[in-house]
């Protein structure tokens, strides 16, 4: 097989896990794999030279943060490299660049354009393991350039995609995906399978494990992903291809989103546009609105309620206001102390009452649903935050996922 290992900054958070990782990756060679690995920064390491960059500028020039911020995965790429070498294996180490990943001109933001394997494919003929700085490419003009925080996932998929590996595995300190947040519900369980889309949906379960943009880019590329810990040799939760998974559980895992806030506006002016020019200078400002509600009243005016995100809740304010200065809106109300719990799986496509249920049981707790959004594979409720732990718990438990 030909396999990419991604390891993550805990993974090779010092040197002795860096040798632990040429462990793993030898014996991943020795079993008869060709292995191409992709590093992190050490962790730590680029907040690090984030400050050190502060030290001089609040807002460095972002060229000059990409050249620095790149040097943490090259850092490890290289240590990696020599204890492989050391250990026997015959390895090499490559920047994005000499991996051929090229970017558009977003300094610090970049997104994957392009990639040419061939130096890849020729080191892999020679039978070597090679080592790639993860989290950096180079642009058009040959700059060096950095993907986002945590790309480093981004490179291994794009990297997977590009070679068609067989297998993207991610490493980092947890096992894989759970059913739930076990420090919510100890009695969560790991996932053997889940496909791309409720990957996607469960992203708040994911986060510590991967970037969202990454299960995007795996779905697209058709990349077999696999998240599992480096300290372990526990299986991890294969992400993949709805196709490829035999037995679709009904629900595959309860989602909680603490980060949310809703905003309440009344008296909305009752005419055709309203919704598209509120909702329009939201977007034009980068807020993305999640859940949407409008009543009728009985009056020429409506009610909208809809969430935002609490660290976009203050620009959706001075949005909110311009709308009440002249005259659309007559009154608003903010709560951020909600919170969302979802309900995802494929399974929901095939089944009825599945909602159903999940009202049931907010009922069966005295939980009132503030806000209800559904998609073909996800029940979302908004809930008030104090609920937000029983909600997940009553819902794990009645959706049977501790079974
Ligand atoms: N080192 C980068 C970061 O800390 C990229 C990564 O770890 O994936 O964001
Ligand atoms: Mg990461």
């Known amino acids: 097989m030909l396999i990419v290992q991604k390891f993550g900054g805990t993974s090779v958070g010092d040197l002795d896990k860096i040798q632990n990782v040429a462990r793993r990756v030898a014996v991943t060679k020795k079993n008869g794999n060709d292995v191409i690995v992709v590093v992190s920064a050490m962790s730590g390491e680029t907040n690090k030279l984030i ?43 490559l ?3 000499q991996a051929g990943i090229k970017t558009d001109s977003i300094h610090t933001k970049a997104r994957i354009t392009d990639i040419d394997p061939s130096l890849m494919q020729c080191e892999i003929k020679q039978n070597k393991v090679i080592v790639v700085a993860g989290f950096q490419g180079i642009n058009e003009r040959g700059h060096v350039t950095t993907l986002g925080r945590g ?72 990349v077999n992903l696999v998240t599992r810990s480096s300290f372990t040799d526990e299986e991890g939760t294969l992400i993949t291809k709805e196709e490829n998974i035999m037995e679709e559980p009904l629900v595959s895992g309860i989602a909680l989103d603490k980060n ?39 009056d020429d005016s409506a009610n909208l309620d809809f969430t935002v995100t609490i660290n976009e ?78 909600a997940v718990r009553s819902l794990h438990s009645a959706y049977e996922l501790d079974k």
């Open 51 to 93: 400050e050190f960059a502060h030290y001089f500028s609040q807002n460095p020039v972002k060229e000059s943060m990409d050249m620095l911020l790149s040097s943490g995965e090259r850092v490890t790429a290289a240590l990696l490299c020599i204890a492989l070498n050391e250990m026997g294996v015959d390895a090499v180490a």
């Open 260 to 298: 949310q806030a809703r905003i309440s506006l009344f008296g909305v002016k009752d005419r055709p546009g309203i919704a598209s020019d509120i909702f329009t200078s939201l977007a034009s400002d980068n807020i993305n609105v999640d859940m949407i509600i409008q009543t009728v009243g009985h």
């Open 95 to 97: 920047t994005g660049r």
């Open 151 to 222: 790309g480093s996932d981004l490179s291994a998929v794009a990297i997977a995609g590009s070679i068609k590996a067989d297998l993207c595995e991610i490493y980092t300190d947890v096992n894989g995906i759970y059913t739930t947040d076990p420090r919510i519900e100890p009695k969560a369980k790991k996932l053997d399978k889940i496909s791309y889309d409720e990957m996607l949906e469960l992203a708040s379960l994911g986060a510590k494990v991967l970037q969202n943009r990454s299960v995007e880019l795996a779905k697209k590329l058709n």
């Open 313 to 390: 809740l203050n620009d959706a304010k001075s949005i909110v206001n311009k709308f009440i200065s002249n005259g659309d809106i007559t009154d608003v109300s903010y709560d951020d102390s909600i919170c969302k719990v979802s309900v995802v799986g494929v399974g929901m496509k095939s089944h009825t009452g599945v909602a159903a249920r999940a009202f049931v049981t907010m009922a069966k707790e005295n939980i009132n649903i503030l806000m209800i959004s559904t998609s073909e594979i996800k029940v979302s409720m908004v809930v008030s935050e104090k609920y937000a732990e029983l």
